[in-house]
Nanobody, 128 residues
């Protein structure tokens, strides 16, 4: 199995920035899609951004223009640069990868169908 480990969360004020990292390790490789999901208080987990091998990305409407997903293949690391953070961004952020036989679009929905491995999550808290 592949292990995913997030880091970079913390507490910032509104308008601040954080950069999350997700390092993949283990004998099994990641799938074609890497992604970030989040779970805000009182809400279900939701897709934030995904990236496919080759660089194609999808960002949720709520974060587009503020968050950017990227990868460094040499470091087995996926990043989420978060700028202009808002209190509504407060959530536990999870790194995920798609099942290895999945070759389609890296949707930010359909998480149960597409995404099969998850990190433990990292807390992001944004205060006003």
């Amino acid at each position: 199995q592949v292990q995913l480990q997030e880091s970079g969360g913390g507490s910032v004020q509104s308008g601040g920035s954080l950069k999350l990292s997700c390092v993949a390790s283990g004998d099994a490789g990641v799938g074609s899609c890497m992604g970030w999901f989040r779970q805000r208080p009182g809400r279900a987990r939701e897709g934030v951004a995904t990236i496919r091998s080759g660089g194609q990305t999808i960002h949720a409407d709520s974060v587009r223009g503020r968050f950017t997903i990227s990868q460094d293949a040499d470091k087995n690391t996926t990043y989420l640069q978060m700028n202009d953070l808002e209190p509504e961004d407060t959530a536990v952020y999870y790194c995920t990868t798609s099942r290895r036989d999945y070759t389609g679009i890296c949707w930010i929905t359909r998480e149960l169908e597409i995404y099969t491995a998850w990190g433990q999550g990292t807390q992001v808290t944004v205060s006003s």
